[in-house]
């Protein structure tokens, strides 16, 4: 893995998802993460920002997203290896994904290994 994608892990799992498990208990479960750009293409260099989106479930996006899309606002703006310029994390509910399937698509079952 490159060193552009380690960071990337990195910022998810030493900031992003602690901060989400502690102010927002119970959403990691229920999330799912998309990292957008040269960043989550692993080809970010000095001019790259981040961007990414967090889907939620259609009721927990109603119930928790825009306080959860707060917090990841706070958390780019103060804590952020990117350029802050266009750096975003946004909260989006499941089904605005795959022409509005993301949701029935997320809830199929694991194919067999």
């Known amino acids: 893995m490159d060193e552009n994608m ?28 998309l990292v957008l750009g040269s960043a989550g293409l692993g080809i970010a260099d000095e001019w790259s920002d981040l961007e990414a989106a967090v889907y939620l479930p259609e009721k927990l996006w109603r119930e928790q997203g825009a306080s959860l899309q707060l917090s990841l606002n706070r958390l780019v703006s103060e804590q952020n290896v990117w350029k802050k310029e266009g750096s975003v994390l946004c909260v989006h509910p499941l089904n605005w994904l795959l022409d509005g399937q993301g949701a029935k698509i ?8």
């Not at 910022?11 to 119970?26: A, N, Q, S, T, W």
């Not at 809830?107 to 290994?113: H, I």
């Open 106 to 113: 997320a809830e199929l079952p694991a194919s067999p290994g």
């Open 6 to 33: 380690k960071a990337v892990y990195q910022y998810f799992d030493e900031l992003v998802m602690p901060m989400i498990r502690k102010c927002h208990p119970g959403l990691a479960d229920d999330m799912s993460i």
